[in-house]
């Protein structure tokens, strides 16, 4: 069993930062991994990419490559999200999510409450 919770949404100017964080609440980081997703009011949930606590780590969404990195720490038990040169279009509410390792990427089952972020023109 996992917990999660993001924080760091708001509000940003188009070219701004904003940085989010995941604190994941278990007893073994490595059963997990994690995924940080992003819906939109109308529109279909946005995979953007996982982070394994081993390095591995990647940005799947290729409306954000370039952008947006992801990282960990180990210590804290949270992951991150570093999203540079924000633009209107990435205006949403961005999860945090766990799978157990092993799973396949459509196995996502816990899900943090979610944090908006939304970038003005």
């Known amino acids: 069993q996992v917990q999660l919770a993001e924080s760091g949404g708001g509000l940003v100017q188009a070219g701004g930062s904003l940085s989010l964080s995941c604190v994941a609440s278990?007893?073994?980081?490595?059963?997990?991994?994690m995924g940080w997703f992003r819906q939109a009011p109308g529109k279909d949930r946005e995979f953007i990419g996982e982070?394994?606590?081993?390095?591995?780590?990647?940005i799947s969404a290729d409306s954000v490559k370039g952008r947006f990195t992801i990282s960990s720490d180990n210590a804290k038990k949270t992951m991150y999200l570093q999203m540079n040169s924000l633009k209107p279009e990435d205006t949403a509410m961005y999860y945090c999510a766990a799978r157990r390792s092993g799973s396949l990427r459509t196995r996502y089952e816990n899900w943090g409450q979610g944090t908006q972020v939304t970038v003005s023109s």
């Open positions: 982070d394994n606590w081993r390095g591995g780590r990647f």
């Open positions: 278990t007893r073994y980081i490595t059963n997990y991994v």
